[in-house]
């Protein structure tokens, strides 16, 4: 959200800041190859974020994740950023992972305890009560660390497969 404050007072349009978000997004390392042994076995993949759909959608294409929650940027008729909109919304104008998740196993049929969810940080630790397998990679802080049932520190996301599969 603090991100886009800055873009739309500084008047970026929808080009700049596409190839600004693309040069500057870094997947994590192993993260194709994880999708795709996913998808392999018949495992359904999705992506819940508070990044920008710009992002989000790219990464799914690329992956072939079929599900994703993000907070889309509207644009005026010239191009200009002019607000956000969360896929799911919380209070505080950002996704609510759990909504979006709810949303997720709803048009999957699955179970809570059907899902194994990888997440880093304190914004994740809700779900983490949720999941059948949460999974903290490269945790930011001790709250994650205490609600995952894996940690995993690595260098590539591959890691998190054992406790996947």
């Not at 979006?100 to 009560?129: Q, Y």
């Amino acid at each position: 959200v603090e991100e886009f404050k800055a873009w739309k007072s500084k008047g970026i349009k929808l080009d700049r800041l596409m190839l600004e978000l693309r040069k500057n997004m870094r997947l994590v390392e192993g993260a194709g190859n994880v999708v795709s042994q996913l998808h392999n076995l018949g495992i359904i993949t999705a992506i819940i974020s508070d990044s920008p759909n710009l992002v989000v959608d790219d990464v799914a294409k690329r992956l072939g994740i079929k599900y994703f929650a993000s907070i889309r940027i509207l644009f005026t008729k010239e191009g200009l950023a002019y607000d956000t909109v969360p896929s799911h919304p919380s209070g505080d104008q950002r996704v609510s992972k759990l909504a979006a998740l709810k949303d997720f196993i709803n048009r999957e049929n699955i179970k809570f305890s059907e899902v194994a969810f990888v997440g880093n940080d304190k914004e994740d630790v809700e779900l983490f009560k949720f999941v059948g397998r949460p999974i903290a990679f490269n945790p930011k802080d001790m709250e994650a660390k205490k609600a995952a049932q894996a940690i995993v520190n690595s260098k590539t996301l591959e890691d998190v497969l054992e406790y996947i599969l």
